[in-house]
């Protein structure tokens, strides 16, 4: 079961936190759910496994991009 952690402003910002998960370590997939029309802007989820929700939250928050 998968666990959205982060729901990105765009695709690009969200493949960044991707790679950052996977660097650490983390498994995450990532769901494109709402586009505006003639614009580059997408809202992104960012999932990972229950089991490891509470360490990726951890790395996102430590790299400054919870607050």
């Known amino acids: ?6 729901i990105a402003p765009t695709q ?3 493949e960044k ?3 950052l998960l996977a660097d650490n370590g983390f498994l995450c997939q990532l769901k494109q759910i ?6 580059k802007l ?4 960012i999932s990972v496994p229950v ?3 509470e360490d ?6 430590e790299h ?4």
């Open 1 to 6: 079961m998968w666990k959205v952690i982060y």
């Open 12 to 14: 690009e910002r969200a």
């Open 17 to 19: 936190l991707k790679k």
């Open 34 to 39: 709402s586009t505006r029309k003639n614009s």
């Open 42 to 45: 997408v809202s992104v989820e």
């Open 51 to 53: 089991s490891e929700a």
């Open 56 to 61: 990726a939250y951890e790395v996102l928050a």
């Open 64 to 67: 400054g991009f919870l607050a």
